[in-house]
């Protein structure tokens, strides 16, 4: 059965800095795009960051670019968001998500995700 399971969330101060992980129990990881998502009450979960499998690609929403970054180590079947200069809008639940879809896919839709986890909350106070 596969598992996503994040963690790392939290309360923290707008400008403040958080790390999410995502342990996945995919038994291939190192094949597997990962995906982090995000969703606020009222609104559908939204595109956060990608990176491919092998760590050699990364896409990033614009609301976020130049603040967070995505990265991953194969050998722990983790993916990481590092979450810097946080601002109120940033509160979510965040999701991480695997596909490994071939044609390949641009990976911004959450249709084209197999795997999610459970999610886990940020809340950004001002």
């Known amino acids: 059965q596969v598992q996503l399971v994040e963690s790392g969330g939290g309360l923290v101060q707008a400008g403040g800095s958080l790390r999410l992980s995502c342990a996945a129990s995919?038994?291939?990881?190192?094949?597997?795009?990962m995906g982090w998502f995000r969703q606020s009450p009222g609104n559908e979960r939204e595109f956060v960051a990608r990176?491919?499998?092998?760590?050699?690609?990364?896409d990033y929403a614009d609301s976020v670019k130049d603040r967070f970054t995505i990265s991953r180590v194969n050998v722990k079947n983790t993916v990481y968001l590092q979450m810097n200069s946080l601002k109120p809008e940033d509160t979510a639940v965040y999701y991480c998500a695997a596909e490994r879809r071939f044609p390949v896919v641009d990976g911004r839709k959450r249709e084209e995700y197999d795997y999610w986890g459970q999610g886990t909350q940020v809340t950004v106070s001002s």
């Open positions: 995919l038994r291939t990881f190192s094949t597997y795009n």
């Open positions: 990176i491919t499998w092998s760590g050699g690609s990364t």
